[in-house]
């Protein structure tokens, strides 16, 4: 009888072993893109809106879903990489209030999601996931599980570095609703494993000796003035509490108002949209250079 219950445990131990030799693989051969982007003054972390920062030929290393935890691994990650050639001075990070929503906490519970958030954005951090990382109890153990599960996927990090400016614009009468949990629910507060995340990405930049520049993009319309009251108000305060650090900036560009020719949608960025981003950070970037 000991012997039957014995033969599944070992089957499953023999299956942890087997991913984490094989994120041990590909994290092998996704260290040397987190290295070479050591070689820029400035490097870019986020969701996808990281894609629409116009920094062309800038590093970048995002996806597409919205979690800090993830953006957390791959920060870790290419600090750990740092050669001896190394000039990256400034992080930029993309952040707005959805990445603390109920969205982004209901996806870092583990549980499956309706969309592909695992397969893109779990897949891509599995590789920067270590063994030590499963014994962090601020974070859900169905999620630790799912990280080393997905190591399965064999993503290799690779950053990108080019800036498409996404088109066509947004209609002049467009109109747009987020959905009733943003607008009723005090979701900062229940963010507890977002806040966990970006309380280690501020640690990981002062021990990294970094500049961290938090953007917030402009956002449509009156999408601050939709968000729950309590909810907005401590995100503003989580963000002036980094800003801080003398080693943290926060763009706050989100209420910033711009003719609808700027947006994709109500939060990502056309050309438009982005030439207003570059106005505002590149003064910023140049005043942070050594």
């Known amino acids: ?28 051969y996704t260290q040397a893109n987190y290295a070479a982007a050591h070689g820029h003054p ?43 050639s190394d000039s990256t001075h400034t992080v930029v990070l993309t952040i707005w209030p959805h990445k603390f929503g109920p969205l982004a906490e209901r996806r870092l519970s583990g549980r499956l999601q309706a969309d592909s958030w695992g397969r893109k954005s779990l897949g891509l951090s599995a590789p920067a996931f270590g063994l030590g990382d499963l014994a962090v109890g601020a974070w859900p153990v169905l999620l630790r599980w799912r990280f080393l599960l997905n190591a399965a996927q064999l993503k290799q990090v690779r950053s990108k570095r080019r800036y498409v400016p ?43 000796g970094w500049n961290l520049v938090l953007l917030e993009h402009p956002i449509y319309g009156r999408y601050f003035q939709s968000l729950q009251p309590q909810a907005a108000a401590d995100y503003d305060a989580a963000m002036r509490a980094a800003a801080a650090s003398p080693s943290v900036t926060y763009l706050a560009l989100g209420r910033d108002s711009l003719p609808h020719t700027a947006f994709n949608d109500f939060h990502h960025l056309t050309a438009a949209g982005g030439d207003y981003v570059r106005s505002r950070l590149l003064p910023v970037l140049e005043g942070l250079a050594p």
């Not at 109109?175 to 309380?199: D, H, L, M, N, P």
């Open 1 to 28: 009888m000991r012997i039957l219950f014995l033969r599944p445990l070992c089957i499953a131990l023999l299956v942890c072993l087997a991913m984490v030799g094989l994120r041990a693989v590909v994290f092998t």
């Open 42 to 84: 400035v490097v870019v972390f986020g969701d996808s809106h990281a894609d629409d920062v116009p920094l062309p030929g800038a590093p970048r290393f995002n996806s597409e879903a919205q979690d800090l935890l993830s953006t957390y691994l791959h920060m870790r990650a290419f600090h750990r990489a740092r050669t001896t």
């Open 166 to 208: 996404l088109q066509p614009c947004v209609p002049s009468d467009y109109r747009y609703q987020i959905g009733a949990q943003y607008k009723e629910r005090s979701w900062f507060r229940e963010a507890t494993v977002s806040r966990s995340a970006f309380a280690r990405i501020l640690a990981l930049v002062e021990e990294a």
